[in-house]
Every structure is written in C-alpha cells, then in structure tokens.
C-alpha cells in the first residue's frame, strides 16, 4: 500500500440503502466481541471449511474480495450463527459466566480458564464440539489445558486448587445444580 | 525544625489510598460495572466499535444469534476532506 498523508476526519456518512434484492439476505449475527471471543473456539471446529474458502476467496480475490465472495460470506454467517444458536441452546448459564468473566478482564483468555473448563466440557457432551488451537505442537500441552496459567492476574486464578475448595467456589458460582 | 517527614507519611498514604479508591470506582461506573479495558489494539478498537453498534453501549454486550434490524445498515464510512 502506498503511504500517504493521515488525514483526521470528522464526518461519518452511514449509507442506509439495503442490498439489492437479487443478493440474498442473511441476518447478521447479533454477538458482541466477548461471546464471540468465547464461542470462537467452537465457531472454528465446526465452520473451518467455510472459514477456510471465505479467506481464500478472500486472498485470491487481489482487492475484489468484498464484492466477489459475498457467496462464501454467506455461508461463513450461517455457519456460525448455527453454532452461537447451539451454545445458547444447550449451555447458555456457563456460555454468559466464561463472556461476563472474559469482559471483566480485558478480554484475556488466561484470566478465566475456570469457566472456560466448565464451558468447554458442556459444549464436548453436548454439541461434540472440541476447541484445539490451531498450529499448537502436538507433543505439548496445548495453553488451556495446562494446570498452571502462568500469566493470570491473581493466585487464585493461577494454580489449581483441592477439590474441596473448587466445588464450593463452583457452588457459589453456578448454583446447586450442576 | 520544621515537622519531621515521619509524621506526614500517614496522610500520604492515606491520600494514596482514597485517591486509588476514588478513581477505581469512578472508572468503574464509566465502564458499566466492569473493570476499564487497556492495551486496546485496533482490534479491540473495531470490535468496541461494532459493539457500540450493536448494543448502544461501548462496553455493552449481548449474545443474541441474530442481529437487531437496521445493523447491517448502521456502519459509519469516515469522510474526509478532499485534498485539493
């Protein structure tokens, strides 16, 4: 990209004509940024062939991208509105405690492994879903499955606690049943 | 001679204390009842952006499937001067 002069604005224009018609219409996804960090996981093991062809299309496409795969685009939404659909279906109380906490905390990942263990386990019994990252070595621990996170902000969240003391956080966190 | 430093160092922490309590909880009610967000990258800056879109709020969050009507439409192109 060739450089040019940062230019401030202050005007916004916001374009209300719709799509026309022979494009078809599919509803946006109504998640902000923490349930989707959340659910992003999950997003990716279902949706990683759609995923995959949309930024393809999107690389091969040479700047064309946004008007050219709107096809692809389409379906990368479906995708993924079916998945946030699934989660808010089967696991909505641990899905809202892992995004609350994920708010909290500037959304860091490492910050809220608790819930997200407890999320990630709903999610495998419920929708066989399973979060690997991707590109992570496969003859190592992959970061959210390791007992200690390092980087979390206080002790508590750092090192595994015994049993006794989890369960009654757990129980003052999800309530009795669970 | 003046008043020893020994006896003023309560009131400086005391100030401390009260100031860091005062702005903690200010910083609070201006983000919602969370804790303030820092190292924002352009990233979170767009993501706060489409939230804002989404919900009215900057740190506002919903986990709705689908998209209130009129989202699709709602997205800001910045203009600029033209450059003569």
């Known amino acids: ?178 | 001679m003046g008043v020893p430093f020994e006896t003023l160092l309560p009131y400086a922490i005391m100030m401390f204390g009260i100031t860091g309590g005062a702005l903690t909880k200010v910083k609070n009610m201006q983000n919602g009842g969370k804790r303030p967000r820092h190292s924002i990258d352009a990233w979170d800056r767009q993501m706060m952006e489409r939230d804002r879109r989404l919900t009215g709020w900057l740190r506002g969050q919903t986990d709705n499937v689908k998209a209130p009507a009129g989202f699709e439409l709602n997205n800001p192109w910045k203009v600029e001067p033209l450059i003569q």
């Open chain 1, 1 to 178: 990209m060739t450089s040019r002069e940062p230019r401030f604005n202050q005007h916004v224009l916001i374009d209300t004509t719709p799509l026309p018609d022979h494009i078809p219409k599919v509803q946006e996804i109504g998640a902000s940024s923490a349930p989707l960090l959340s659910a992003s996981y999950f997003i990716g093991a279902r949706c990683k062939a759609y995923n995959d062809d949309y930024m393809q299309c999107k690389t091969e496409a040479n700047g064309r991208g946004e008007l050219d795969c709107m096809r692809e685009g389409r379906k990368v939404t479906r995708c993924a509105a079916s998945v946030l659909e699934d989660i808010n279906n089967s696991c909505l109380t641990y899905f809202r405690k892992h995004w609350e906490c994920l708010e909290n905390n500037n959304q860091q990942l490492w910050q809220c492994r608790r819930f997200e263990g407890k999320l990630n386990n709903c999610v495998f019994e419920k929708l066989g879903l399973e979060k690997k990252i991707p590109g992570a070595p496969e003859n190592e621990v992959q970061v959210h499955l390791r007992k200690r996170q390092i980087f979390a902000d206080s002790i508590r969240d750092q090192i595994p606690w015994p049993e006794a003391v989890e369960k009654a956080r757990d129980e003052r966190d999800f309530g009795k049943a669970q």
